[in-house]
Structures are given as structure tokens and as C-alpha cells.
């Protein structure tokens, strides 16, 4: 039956073409943007979870920037401690020279007395920042190494402390005497004293500089994951878009003929009462 008042092709033909422009406008959306989720309303579940890794990949930024802090920090004290080990072996020549008798002890006692003074001087400028693990002064340093987000999405800070060797303690400079053969001989056992509390310091510095780096790299891994995860849920298949637009332009052309042919119907009628 036709009807001059109803027109069922027209609105099944229109209803087609709203469709396929809908359709056609979330392509389009998701090509200018690149992203298939972009708002709550596309998918409110995806876009909650990764709005929420995207709050984390900020605060494991702030995590690597506090970890290049105390790279560089550590890497400093780590320097100075390896250089003030060279000048003790330095040191401890002249006083293994200093031992014997026929050697000019006040010019040997000049160089050493030169030596301590350097090893003084490293030990206050071994700072970076104002943070400084070879004096007693600037004591351990708590570097952020981690946000932990457990099951029920409590998030909590995690730290790695690295401690202060405080070679201004424990390196008593005063007991290295080479004024004379026989307090030269005395200050042997002292040098060797000294040589190890450096070597051990140097290596706990080193140990903790490795610490960090290892940390900065897993930091950096794990946001590159996170990147990528997030990327999987809400980035667009721009192949896949590309296609898919085409294939709505035609229908779009399709729909709007079909369209025009449901609207001439009401016409054929009049053709009845000529």
C-alpha cells in the first residue's frame, strides 16, 4: 500500500544515512584525534584505567628525575672517594719512604702535609646539590625510587637510602706522622688503616651508584610498558580507520540517493489521478 502521509522507504533510507553519519563522524574523530577513546562516554571503563596508568606514567617522571638526583649526587661522592684512595697510596710511599734514615724527612713531611690538605679539600667539595656523603655534616640521603600501586590502588613511595661514609670521621689525617724515621715506621699500621676505611667507602658509594642506575633503568622500562599499554587501549588503528572511512563515504553517497529515490515515491502517485 502507499500512502501520501507515510513514507516507510523514506524513513528507513533516512534512518540508514543517520547511522552511517554517525558512524562517519567517529572516524573522522577517531583519524583527527588518533584515538579510538577520547572521552569517558566512548568507553567509560577504558578510559577510567587509563587515565589512571597515564597519573602514574607522570609520577614515575618525578620518580626518574629524583633518581638522576641521586645518581649525580652519589656519582659525585663516588669520584671523590676513588680520587682521595689514589692520594692515599700516594701517601703511604712517602711514608714507606719516610721509614728510612738517610732520607730528608721535612721535605717528605711537606708532601704529605700537601696530601692531606688536598684529601681535606676533596672531602668538602664532593657535594652536588648541596648534598654531600663524604662529610659528617651532610649525613645519608633518601633518594624516591618508586610509586607502588597495590590491588585496591593504594599508591605508596618508595625510597632508597644511601648512607654517608663520612670520610671527615673517620679518616684521622693526624695519625699519619713522618717527621722521623721511627714515627714514620709507627704510622704504617695507621696508613693501612686509612687506605682500607677509603677503599671500603668508595665501594659502598659504587655499590649504591649501581643501585640507582639499575632503578633509573627498570623506571624507564617500566614507563615505556605503561606508554605502550595505554597506547593499546585508546589509540586508534589509523589502517584500520583509514578503510573504514572510505567505506562510510560510499555508504554516505548510497544513503543519500536511496534517500532521494524513498522521497520521488509520493510522486508516482500522482500519475493515478491523471
Given at each position: ?59 614515575f617522571r ?100 644511601v648512607a ?46 649501581k643501585r ?63
Amino acid at each position: 500500500m502507499s500512502s501520501i502521509l507515510t513514507n516507510n522507504s523514506a524513513m528507513v533510507a533516512l534512518q540508514t544515512l543517520k547511522s552511517t553519519n554517525a558512524n562517519l563522524a567517529k572516524t573522522q574523530n577517531e583519524i583527527s584525534t588518533g584515538k579510538t577513546i577520547g572521552k569517558a562516554m566512548d568507553n567509560s571503563a577504558i578510559w577510567a584505567i587509563s587515565k589512571v596508568m597515564e597519573s602514574d606514567v607522570s609520577g614515575f617522571r618525578a620518580v626518574s628525575d629524583a633518581l638522576s638526583l641521586g645518581q649525580s649526587t652519589v656519582a659525585v661522592a663516588s669520584a671523590g672517594a676513588e680520587q682521595i684512595t689514589n692520594l692515599f697510596n700516594e701517601m703511604k710511599e712517602k711514608v714507606v719512604a719516610a721509614t728510612g734514615e738517610n732520607v730528608d724527612h721535612t721535605k717528605i713531611d711537606a708532601d704529605v702535609t700537601e696530601l692531606k690538605n688536598q684529601i681535606t679539600a676533596i672531602i668538602s667539595a664532593s657535594q652536588f646539590n648541596g648534598a654531600n656523603l663524604l662529610n659528617t655534616a651532610g649525613g645519608d640521603i633518601t633518594v624516591l625510587s618508586s610509586l607502588d600501586r597495590d590491588a585496591s590502588g593504594t599508591v605508596t613511595a618508595a625510597n632508597i637510602t644511601v648512607a654517608s661514609v663520612d670520610f671527615e670521621a673517620s679518616l684521622d689525617l693526624t695519625t699519619i706522622d713522618v717527621t722521623s724515621a721511627t714515627a714514620a715506621d709507627t704510622s704504617l699500621a695507621a696508613m693501612e688503616t686509612l687506605i682500607q676505611t677509603a677503599v671500603d667507602g668508595a665501594a659502598a658509594l659504587g655499590a649504591s651508584a649501581k643501585r640507582l642506575n639499575d632503578q633509573g633503568d627498570f623506571v624507564s622500562k617500566v614507563m615505556d610498558a605503561m606508554k605502550s599499554g595505554i597506547g593499546a587501549m585508546v589509540d586508534a588503528d589509523m589502517e584500520a580507520a583509514s578503510a573504514r572511512l572510505q567505506a562510510l563515504q560510499v555508504q554516505q553517497q548510497l544513503g543519500v540517493q536511496a534517500l532521494s529515490i524513498a522521497n520521488q515515491t509520493p510522486q508516482t502517485l500522482l500519475s493515478l489521478f491523471r
